[in-house]
C-alpha cells in the first residue's frame, strides 16, 4: 500500500468548496466575566482564567498557569490529530499513549504515571467543563469548540482536591449565548483522505433561554500495511471519531442561571501499533531500512470506545454571596485489542519475524460497565472589603467492571486467557479558601481541603488455558489476597501571595500540597496483587508576571522545587512481564518555566515557552524488572533487577520548547497570513530503570499553515502541514520480549476551509 503524500487537486477543490459553502458560526462565550477581553488595537488581549474558581485576569493569580485558545488552538487540532496533539505547546506539559488515541497519560513537570491498567489513577487531574474526568479513558474526549484551555501546574489539592498533585488541565467548552444566532463550520481534507470536520450553532431561544450544538467528526483512512497475509488486520491506523455536545442555558436574570450540558463520543480505529525489533541494539536508534508505512503482525487490531456524560451547573446570586452546584455524571465502554509482540510466529513455531520473536502475544483490554457521578456545592463571597473567602463539600463515585483477555495468534486467535476485576471509588470532601488584602499591594491566598477516600477492588474471575485451568482462582487465592479496600484520609492545603510591584508587573510566591489516593493493581498471570500506598506533594514556586511595551508583550517567568514523598510507580514489563505498582521513598523535582508573547509589529505576533524539569528518584533499595533484551546502563542488585535510585522520572523529557510566528499582510479585501509552530521535547526514559534502547531521541515537531481571511474574518482557506520534517522517533516501548517500540504521527498534508456569523 502506498501513502498518500497530498490530497488529489479535485479532492483539495472539492474540500475547500464545501468548506465555503457550509453554514458556520463564530465561537461566544457565554458569561462575559469568564471571556477574554476585547483587543484593543495594538496590544495583546487581556486573559482571564477561572484557576482559583473565580474569573481572573492570569497575572493575579499566583501559580504558574498557561492557556491555550482560539487561533492557536485551531492550528493544533487541524491535522486530526487527538488530544496528544497538545503535548509540548506549553511549558512542562507532556502527553503519551500506548492505547492511541482512546487513554492518553499526562505528565506535567515531569511528574506522571505510566501505568496502562484500565483502573489506573494519574497525578495530572482533567477537568472538562467543571467535572473531573477521573478514569484514563475519560481524559481522552476530544478538543472542538472549546473556549480555552487551562494548564495549572503544581499541586491543586485544595479547590481541585485528590489526584492532582502534578496540576489540573483544565478544559471549558464555548457556552451558549442569549445575545444572536451565531457559529461556525470548518471542513477539512488531508493526507490519507483525513477528514476532519467541526461545527458549533448557537441559538437565542428566548430572552432567558439559548442553546448550542457542536460537533466533530474526524476519519481517516488506514495508511499502514500489514506485510503478513496471514494477519487477521491487514490495513491499520484509520479511524473514525465522533463526538457531540449540546448546551441549554437558563438565564432569566442576574441572580441565577442554569447551564445543561450532554456529550458523547464514538471511536472506531486501531490500538497502538507495536512494531516488533525497530530499536537498533546497542542504541536508541530506527533500524536501518524501517518503513513506518508496514508492520509485520499475526494478531489482530482494533479499538472501540463509546462515553456518554451530563451535567447541570446552577448559580444562584443571593447577594454579598453566591452559591453553586455542579452535577456530573460520565459513562463509558470500551475495548482495546493489539499484538503485543509486534511481529508474526515465534522462535518455535517458524516462520517469524521481524527479527527474533521468543513468543507470542496478543491482548486485549476493555471496560463493559462503568458509571462515574461527581456532586459539588460551593458558596462563595462577594464582598466589597479586602477580605473574601468561599467554601464547599464534594462527592465522587465511580463504579466499573474491567477484564483483560489474552489469545493465541498462532491458533488463529482463540482467547485462552481471560480475567475480570470490579473497583468501586467514593470520595468526600470539605473544602475552604480564603484571600486577603492585606494592602493595596499585597495579596494573600490560602486553602485548606479534607478528603476522604475509599476503594474497594476485588478480582472477579480468573481463567487461564496457559498459565492454568479455572482452578487456578482458588490458586491465586491461595497465594495472596485478590482483594483490596483501602482507605485515605488527607488534608491539603496552599498558601500564596501576590505583591504588585507596578500596575504592569507582579511577584508571586506559593507553597502548596496535594495527594493522590491508594491505588491497587489485580493479581494476573505475571504477577500478584499490588497496592501502593497514598503519595503527598509539597511544591514551592516563585515568578513574575508582566506586561510590557504598553501592552504589546506579555512574560510569564518562574521557578520550582517540589519532593514526593511514597510516589507510586509502575514497574512495567522487564522479562517477566509484570505490572506491578510500588512506592518510592521520595522523588525530588525542580525547574524553570518561561511564557511569552509579543506583537513585534502590527503584523507579526510571536509566543514562546519553555522549560526545564529536572526530576530523580530518591530511594536507595528500590529495584525493578529489566528488559529482555537490551543494554541495562544502572547498576544492579543480586537479583539482576536494576538500582534505580538516581534516575529521572520516565515520560519526563529535561527540556522542552515551544514557538508560534504569525504574519499577516493586509489585503484590499482581507488578510494573507503565514503561520508556523514548533514543539520540541529532549530525550525521555520510557521505564524506570535505565537503557540504552528504551530512551526515547529528542523530538521536534514542527506545523505550517498559509492561510486567506476575508469578509471581515467571516470567511478563511488554508493550506497546512504538521510535522513537516517528518521526524520519526520512537515514543514508547514493550521490553518483556524484545525491542518492540511505537512512533509519534509522520507528516501530514493538508487544506481547510471555515465560514462563520
Same mark, same amino acid.
Given at each position: 500500500m502506498t501513502r498518500t503524500s497530498l490530497p488529489a487537486p479535485r479532492r483539495i477543490a472539492l474540500a475547500v468548496a464545501l468548506a465555503c459553502c457550509g453554514a458556520a458560526f463564530a465561537q461566544q462565550a457565554a458569561e462575559p466575566a469568564a471571556a477574554a477581553s476585547a483587543p484593543e488595537s495594538g496590544k495583546l488581549e487581556t486573559v482571564t482564567v477561572t484557576a482559583e474558581r473565580r474569573s481572573e485576569n492570569i497575572k493575579d493569580v499566583p501559580m504558574a498557569i498557561s492557556t491555550l485558545k482560539g487561533e492557536k488552538l485551531d492550528v493544533i487540532n487541524s491535522g486530526g490529530q487527538d488530544v496528544r496533539a497538545l503535548s509540548g505547546r506549553v511549558p512542562s506539559l507532556n502527553i503519551e499513549s500506548s492505547f492511541g488515541r482512546a487513554f492518553p497519560r499526562f505528565y506535567i513537570r515531569g511528574y506522571g504515571n505510566t501505568d496502562f491498567r484500565l483502573n489506573a489513577s494519574q497525578p495530572v487531574s482533567l477537568v472538562y467543563d467543571d467535572v473531573v474526568q477521573e478514569n484514563p479513558i475519560l481524559k481522552g474526549f476530544p478538543v472542538f469548540d472549546v473556549d480555552q484551555i487551562e494548564v495549572l501546574r503544581g499541586p491543586q489539592g485544595t479547590l481541585f482536591g485528590r489526584n492532582s498533585p502534578a496540576g489540573v488541565v483544565k478544559f471549558d467548552s464555548v457556552k451558549p449565548s442569549t445575545k444572536k444566532l451565531e457559529g461556525y463550520a470548518s471542513l477539512g481534507y488531508g493526507t490519507d483522505n483525513m477528514i476532519n470536520l467541526e461545527a458549533a450553532v448557537n441559538v437565542p431561544l428566548s430572552e432567558d433561554w439559548a442553546a448550542r450544538v457542536s460537533l466533530l467528526n474526524q476519519t481517516r483512512d488506514d495508511w499502514v500495511e500489514n506485510?503478513?497475509?496471514?494477519?487477521?488486520?491487514?490495513?491499520?491506523?484509520?479511524?473514525?471519531?465522533?463526538?457531540?455536545?449540546?448546551?441549554?442555558?437558563?438565564?432569566?436574570?442576574?441572580?441565577?442561571?442554569?447551564?445543561?450540558?450532554v456529550h458523547a463520543r464514538d471511536l472506531d480505529g486501531s490500538a497502538r501499533l507495536f512494531r516488533a525489533n525497530i530499536i537498533k541494539p546497542g542504541t536508541n536508534d530506527l533500524v536501518d531500512g524501517f518503513d513506518e508505512d508496514k508492520i509485520? %503482525?499475526?494478531?489482530?487490531?482494533?479499538?472501540?470506545?463509546?462515553?456518554?456524560?451530563?451535567?447541570?451547573?446552577?448559580?444562584?446570586?443571593?447577594?454579598?454571596?453566591?452559591?453553586?452546584? %455542579?452535577?456530573?455524571?460520565?459513562?463509558?465502554?470500551?475495548?482495546?485489542?493489539?499484538? %503485543?509482540?509486534?511481529?508474526?510466529?515465534?522462535v518455535f513455531a517458524p516462520p517469524s519475524g521481524p527479527g527474533t520473536i521468543p513468543f507470542s502475544s496478543e491482548t486485549a483490554d476493555g471496560i463493559p460497565d462503568h458509571k462515574q457521578f461527581t456532586q459539588e456545592v460551593r458558596v462563595e463571597s462577594n464582598y466589597a472589603g479586602p477580605i473574601n473567602w468561599q467554601a464547599g463539600l464534594y462527592y465522587f463515585h465511580e463504579d466499573f467492571t474491567a477484564e483483560s483477555f489474552s489469545y493465541d495468534s498462532l491458533s488463529g486467535g482463540a482467547q485462552n486467557g481471560y480475567s475480570r476485576s470490579r473497583q468501586k471509588n467514593d470520595a468526600y470532601a470539605a473544602f475552604g479558601a480564603l484571600t486577603w488584602q492585606a494592602t493595596p499591594a499585597l495579596k494573600l491566598r490560602g486553602g485548606l481541603r479534607y478528603t476522604h477516600d475509599k476503594k474497594d477492588f476485588a478480582l472477579q474471575d480468573y481463567n487461564s488455558a496457559v498459565f492454568g485451568t479455572p482452578a487456578t482462582m482458588?490458586?491465586? %487465592?491461595?497465594?495472596?489476597?485478590?482483594?483490596?479496600?483501602?482507605?485515605?484520609?488527607?488534608?491539603?492545603?496552599?498558601?500564596?501571595?501576590?505583591?504588585?510591584?507596578?500596575a504592569e508587573t507582579n511577584l508571586y510566591a506559593r507553597v502548596a500540597n496535594g495527594f493522590r489516593a491508594t491505588s491497587v493493581q489485580g493479581?494476573?498471570?505475571?504477577?500478584?496483587?499490588?497496592?501502593?500506598?497514598?503519595?503527598?506533594?509539597?511544591?514551592?514556586?516563585?515568578?513574575?508576571?508582566?506586561?510590557?511595551?504598553?501592552?504589546?508583550?506579555?512574560?510569564?517567568?518562574?521557578?520550582?522545587?517540589?519532593?514526593?514523598?511514597d510516589q507510586q510507580l509502575t514497574a512495567v514489563g522487564g522479562a517477566a512481564n509484570s505490572n506491578i505498582l510500588l512506592n518510592a521513598d521520595k522523588t525530588v523535582g525542580q525547574g524553570f518555566e518561561l511564557d511569552f508573547q509579543a506583537l513585534i509589529t502590527d503584523n507579526l505576533l510571536v509566543t514562546a515557552g519553555a522549560s526545564y524539569n529536572h526530576t530523580e528518584l530518591k530511594d536507595r533499595d528500590l529495584a525493578v524488572a529489566v528488559c529482555a533484551a537490551c543494554t541495562v546502563t544502572d547498576p544492579l542488585d543480586g537479583s539482576g533487577r536494576a538500582l534505580i535510585d538516581g534516575n529521572p522520572l520516565p515520560q519526563a523529557p529535561k527540556v522542552t520548547a515551544n514557538v508560534t510566528l504569525r504574519y499577516s499582510i493586509p489585503h484590499e479585501t482581507g488578510e494573507w497570513y503565514v503561520y508556523t509552530d514548533w514543539a520540541y521535547r529532549s530525550k525521555v526514559n520510557f521505564f524506570l530503570y535505565e537503557s540504552k534502547e528504551f530512551t526515547g531521541k529528542a523530538l521536534t515537531e514542527g506545523g505550517l499553515r498559509l492561510g486567506y481571511i476575508w469578509g471581515n474574518g467571516k470567511y478563511e482557506v488554508a493550506a497546512y502541514g504538521r510535522n513537516i520534517t517528518n521526524q520519526i522517533r520512537v515514543t514508547g516501548g514493550i521490553d518483556f520480549n524484545n525491542l518492540t517500540g511505537f512512533i509519534n504521527e509522520p507528516r501530514t498534508w493538508g487544506v481547510q476551509g471555515r465560514l462563520s456569523f
Open positions: 506485510t503478513h497475509d496471514a494477519g487477521p488486520t491487514q490495513d491499520l491506523e484509520g479511524y473514525r471519531d465522533s463526538a457531540v455536545r449540546a448546551q441549554l442555558l437558563y438565564a432569566p436574570h442576574k441572580d441565577f442561571s442554569a447551564l445543561f450540558n509485520s %503482525i499475526d494478531g489482530k487490531n482494533e479499538s472501540r470506545l463509546r462515553t456518554k456524560g451530563a451535567n447541570a451547573r446552577l448559580r444562584w446570586g443571593l447577594g454579598e454571596y453566591s452559591l453553586y452546584s %455542579i452535577t456530573g455524571y460520565e459513562t463509558l465502554d470500551t475495548y482495546n485489542r493489539g499484538d %503485543i509482540d509486534g511481529g508474526f510466529g515465534a482458588a490458586d491465586l %487465592i491461595a497465594a495472596g489476597p485478590i482483594t483490596a479496600n483501602p482507605s485515605d484520609n488527607k488534608t491539603s492545603w496552599d498558601l500564596s501571595g501576590t505583591y504588585a510591584l507596578s493479581a494476573g498471570a505475571f504477577n500478584g496483587q499490588s497496592v501502593a500506598g497514598p503519595e503527598t506533594n509539597t511544591s514551592v514556586e516563585a515568578g513574575i508576571k508582566t506586561d510590557l511595551f504598553d501592552r504589546r508583550a506579555r512574560l510569564s517567568a518562574g521557578v520550582f522545587h517540589y519532593t514526593v514523598k
